[in-house]
């Protein structure tokens, strides 16, 4: 049998902390969602922008909406035969809203060099601890931005404020880039005000410390890209990327996997007592550990009918979300 | 880097990772190094032999060395799960090389792992059609898989080959007795076959396959007559099999879709236009390419610059049942004579997995098998360095007993069983040719003992994931009530009630159904048979038990609130998986545990997904709110497509032997009941092996040869095709030993073959190969079981 688990950050870890039971029940048992919700957004957008960094170097325009689009179609036409469209059109409203490139956007594309990188790193772990494996093979998508002779500034910043328990906030103090600068981005379909920016800001340096294992160097920073963030000043975040921040965000990764196997241990033994709701809120009543955005995560859900922490959130089970008898919603 | 730094840096992290350095001169060593000249290297790797490994440093080879870009390098692997971990082997290999480089200060640009081009055949004919072919996105074809192929044709049969002139196409070719037996399964019963739909499906999915992959790249050129038209009066047939394939594609075509056959065979056509963007290709487990797959590995080689790496084992070539011909494998080397294409061939026969005795007896079971007639040129052995272990032993007896002993052992070496187990705990695996737990079977009766002492046992092929009283057969049921439910009422005033339903036979019971006949399509009533069974099971049609009572309530609420809203004019945006969403919320279904019902309900719901995505590119949406409508009649009116979907669910649910789903979530902590199939590519602590006196069957030969234009001499008795040509008799003897020789070289530890003579199931006996290995070694008592001996295989013996 295999002795490699392999961990999707966003599908895996980050979906886990989101809610651990409609993670085992999805991932470990092979319920189908029956309303996807969507995850390839960020995957549209960091394609959208590798081919529009290229096509603005090759021909020195930015190109047209109708050009992106047809190019996405053209990449990603198994989510369109599969009527998978909104994410289309939400993507390009994010790049091209009301037909026009954003600013952010384009000064990113004229500044910078874009290219995706997939990261694949293995990562051994005791086999105690992960119910028997010994590898993780850890999976994620980035782009790697090479910073050229516009470079960009950034109003945002993130500062640590525990290196080793990687806690940290935003803070209003400009980054300036200068050309030659390597950085990871990643692009996030949600406002910058949502509750996971520190979870964000821990993954791009676990990416960054698989980046130096590839490459030898760290990132001169990385950078969060919010593309639902309608005011423009507040899309980028810039994050401090130093060793020790990343050797421990490498521990803070793996302590995250453990709590997924734990998690799926819990599951084995009785798939009824994984408690669902914001991993990092387990302590709280069930109720208290749905959050507006993860709210919107379980308005969908298929598993929400007898979720007590769903359940509990809405005030009982006579509420249309989660009424059995209520034919006006899916 | 130059080959020798990075040897150096090799065994540098070989040795860290616990193995051995690669030896100056060693086929290992030989195996890694790209030359310049190589065009073609076939690795012919035993078991256990450690090919993976080596096809990893030749990979990191090209890239490092040789330095071609990754997105340049094609490894073809035989499933999805095996890319998985080629690539993280490759990933770690290339991340350790990077380390040990810098150690050195031998500097490696980052190889870009990540791009190499790592996947199963059909994965990667479409990944890279849709790179470099514009026609093939133009069109925007989507690829199906096996299930939704199997739908398609069962759907769409007798429209898509219902042509004139009489007798249909359809007709014309299931009526030559002599060509349909060719696909007949060897342990169905009955004079008739194909019996049902899906019958009829699974045939026209073998002759289509067969013909594409075989035919179609070995006589498509030429339109040689396929054999059977040679030795058969079945003037005709080839033409009709092209005419099948025309319509199939053209059906195909028509939906913008792709199946696994028609993608390679698109591939190929258009492969000149993807050449020039690869420059080396990997093929893993190349002894089950089949005719088609050969064309596109070799096609490569039409440009000068690519090379073909390809790994294999003629011995453990196990799909020429699904068309893959172990010709392709071992004629590889005269087709690059032919060619002028130059070719290299290394061979690894050490098997590092098992124990010397393991190897020994697996060895001995080749030289005296119909395996040492038409195997390559190969000898297993263990590594010299390796310690002894267990002998192979052989458990003989009556099978009841025998049952309870093996479950017994395998209770007692405490395998692994969930998350609480110790990380040491050993694997366990029972390897049986059948695992079907169809009826009184061996398989099922071996998995109760086993269960019956707390072990937990995982068998994904036994055929019963949809049988009565399972969650598949139970939401189904559910659905059909939903949309159809049966009821009890009188023919007649003062008659005696008779069960009605809108899809009965019988038009005057239709006529007193709650729900109206569908308007256009045949609807089978295989749902309410399923149905019925469901409420009978609970209680009686119309007054169900207290476990069901509340469910067929629920339902009747939901169908009553549907009728409602559509009476107000409110749109229900209630869908039929969200309505099995709600269903899965009842305790009846919800508190089974982490349990085999858990992941049938997850079945559940998966193939209620896979037939409704293929309507999602068509106007009428499975995907659509749930719209019944009340006529004036008071009689419940469904759109035609639910009732086709509900028709299609009830015979697969009935007709279909369903499989558990593989979930490795769960199959990891289980002891594994799995068939020789099942088990390639996989390797277990202790290993029992037993149901290998099966016949040599020659039909799959058959096949091949006929539909390579050989025209072979066969019969037809009852339904059973019969040959007396030595050629195809003893490859079907191989094709036989070869089961037998992958199943026992699974075993790391131990090794135990499983004999019950006396048992009724006539594959219950031990196959004469291994039966002669064990020979006239002497055999003692087990002690708790009186009739259950123990023979251990003798070292010694020239083994």
Request: glycine share 6%; charged share 25%.
């Amino acid at each position: 049998m295999s002795d490699v688990i392999e961990v999707s950050y966003t599908g895996d870890l980050l979906a886990h902390r989101r809610c651990p039971r409609a993670w085992a029940y999805g991932k470990r048992a092979g319920f189908h969602p029956y309303e996807q919700v969507q995850a390839m957004e960020g995957r549209l957008v960091h394609h959208a922008m590798e081919w529009l960094t290229r096509e603005f170097r090759r021909n020195g325009d930015i190109p047209r909406p109708e050009m992106l689009r047809a190019q996405l179609t053209h990449y990603f036409r198994i989510l369109w035969a599969r009527g998978i469209r909104t994410a289309f059109d939400r993507v390009m409203g994010h790049l091209y809203p009301s037909g026009q490139l954003d600013d952010t956007v384009q000064r990113a594309i004229e500044g910078a060099l874009h290219s995706e990188y997939e990261l694949r790193a293995v990562r051994n772990v005791l086999p105690d601890d992960f119910g028997g494996k010994s590898k993780i093979l850890l999976t994620g998508i980035i782009d790697l931005v090479l910073q050229e002779h516009a470079s960009l500034t950034y109003e945002r910043h993130w500062v640590w404020t525990s290196a080793s328990e990687l806690d940290g906030g935003v803070r209003n103090q400009r980054v300036a880039a200068v050309p030659g600068d390597i950085e990871l981005w990643d692009y996030k379909a949600t406002r910058s005000s949502t509750r996971y920016v520190g979870d964000y800001a821990r993954q791009l340096l676990t990416y960054a410390a698989l980046y130096r294992d590839r490459s030898g160097d760290l990132p001169a920073r990385c950078v969060l890209f919010f593309v639902n963030e309608p005011d423009a000043s507040l899309r980028l975040l810039a994050i401090d990327v130093t060793s020790e921040l990343v050797d421990a965000a490498i521990v803070w990764t793996k302590a995250q996997a453990a709590s997924l196997q734990a998690s799926a241990a819990t599951f084995e033994n009785d798939p009824q007592t994984l408690q669902p709701g914001e991993f990092p809120l387990r302590h709280l009543d069930p109720a208290d550990r749905i959050t507006d955005e993860l709210r919107q995560q379980c308005t969908a859900c298929g598993l929400r009918f007898d979720c007590n922490a769903y359940v509990g959130h809405v005030g009982g089970r006579n509420h249309p979300d989660v009424d059995i008898l209520n034919v006006l919603k899916n | 880097v130059e080959p020798s730094a990075f040897f150096e840096l090799v065994d540098e992290v070989l040795v860290e990772a616990g193995r051995s350095p690669l030896h100056p001169g060693s086929p290992q060593r030989k195996i890694v190094e790209v030359l310049p000249d190589d065009r073609v290297l076939q690795i012919v790797a035993g078991p256990g032999s450690g090919k993976t490994e080596m096809l990893v440093w030749r990979v990191l080879f090209a890239l490092v060395v040789a330095r071609v870009p990754s997105h340049r390098i094609v490894v073809t692997t035989f499933t999805r799960k095996a890319a998985t971990e080629l690539t993280a082997r490759v990933v770690e290999r290339s991340d350790a090389l990077i380390a040990a480089g810098r150690r050195r200060a031998i500097p490696i640009t980052d190889p870009r792992v990540q791009d190499l081009r790592i996947g199963t055949i059909h994965g990667l004919c479409d990944a890279l059609l849709a790179e470099f072919d514009d026609e093939y996105i133009a069109a925007g074809t989507q690829l199906i898989d096996d299930i939704e192929v199997r739908v398609r044709i069962a759907r769409g049969r007798r429209r898509l080959f219902g042509q004139p002139p009489p007798p249909p196409l359809l007709e014309r070719v299931l009526g030559r007795e002599a060509f349909v037996a060719l696909f007949r399964p060897p342990w169905v019963q009955g004079d008739r076959w194909p019996s049902s739909v899906m019958d009829t499906a699974d045939w026209l999915l073998g002759v289509l396959g067969q013909h594409m992959e075989t035919w179609v790249p070995r006589c498509g050129a030429t339109t040689a007559p396929n054999g059977v038209e040679l030795v058969h009066p079945t003037p005709g047939l080839t033409a009709d099999l092209v005419e099948m394939q025309r319509l199939w594609e053209g059906a195909l075509d028509h939906r913008s879709l792709l199946d696994f056959a028609t993608l390679q065979q698109r591939f190929i056509e258009r492969q000149g236009s993807i050449r020039p963007h690869i420059d080396h290709v990997f093929v893993d487990e190349f002894q089950d390419t089949n005719p088609a797959q050969y064309l596109l590995h070799t096609g490569w080689l039409a440009r000068e610059a690519t090379r073909l790496t390809v790994v294999g084992d003629d011995d453990q070539a196990l799909y020429r049942f699904r068309g893959s011909d172990i010709a392709c494998f071992q004629g590889l080397a005269a087709d690059c004579a032919s060619r002028g294409v130059a070719y290299r061939q290394e061979v690894l026969d050490i098997n590092y997995r098992g124990t010397p005795e393991i190897t020994g007896f697996a060895q001995a079971f080749r030289r005296t098998t119909a395996l040492a007639r038409v195997s390559m040129d190969k000898r297993l052995r263990p590594p010299p360095d390796a310690s002894s272990g267990r002998p192979v032993r052989l458990l003989r007896g009556a099978w009841q007993q025998l049952a309870c002993c093996i479950a017994d052992e395998v209770r007692d070496l405490g395998p692994r069983q969930g998350s609480g187990s110790r990380s040491d705990a050993p694997t366990v695996a029972i390897l049986l040719f059948s695992t079907s737990e169809k009826g009184a079977s061996p398989a099922l009766s071996l998995r109760q003992e086993i269960e019956a002492r707390g072990v937990r046992v995982h068998n994904p092929r036994n055929k019963v994931a949809g049988r009565a009283g399972s969650p598949v057969h139970d939401l189904l049921a559910l659905l059909s009530y939903l949309m159809d439910p049966v009821t009890s009422v009188p023919l007649q005033a003062g008659g005696r009630p008779v069960e009605v339903h809108a899809t009965h036979r019988s038009l005057d019971r239709v006529s007193l159904a709650v729900s109206a006949p569908p308007a256009t399509v045949r609807v089978s009533p295989k749902h309410a048979a399923i149905q019925k069974r469901f409420v009978k099971r609970h209680g009686r049609v119309g007054f169900p038990g207290p476990v069901s009572a509340p469910l067929l309530q629920y339902v009747d609420d939901i169908r009553g609130r549907l009728l409602t809203a559509n009476d107000e004019r409110r749109t229900p945006r209630l869908t039929l998986a969200g309505f099995v969403a709600r269903l899965l919320s009842f305790s009846f279904f919800r508190d089974v545990g982490y349990t085999i019902d858990l992941f049938r309900e997850a079945l559940f719901t998966a193939l209620l997904e896979a037939n409704i995505a293929p309507t999602r590119m068509s106007p009428a949406s499975l995907d659509a709110p749930l719209g019944p409508t009340r006529r004036p009649d008071g009689k419940i009116e469904w759109p035609d497509e639910f009732w086709t979907l509900l028709s299609f669910l009830g015979m697969l649910v009935a007709d279909v032997d369903l499989d558990d789903p593989e979930v490795e979530a769960f199959a990891e902590d289980a002891v594994a009941m799995l068939t020789f199939h099942q088990a390639k590519g996989l390797e277990f602590d202790h290993v029992y092996v037993g149901m290998t006196g099966r016949e040599a069957n020659p039909h799959t030969v058959l096949r091949t040869k006929l539909f390579s234009g050989e025209a072979v001499p066969y019969s037809v008795e009852q339904g059973t095709v019969r040959t007396g040509d030595p050629d195809v008799l003893e490859l079907a003897a191989a094709d036989r030993d070869r089961e037998i020789y992958v199943a026992m070289t699974r075993a790391r530890s131990s090794l135990t073959f499983i004999d019950a003579p006396g048992h009724g199931h006539p594959l219950m006996r031990l196959d004469d190969g291994t039966a002669r290995l064990f020979g006239e070694a002497s055999a003692t008592r087990v002690s708790a079981y009186p009739t259950v001996t123990c023979a251990v295989a003798d070292k010694a013996q020239p083994l």
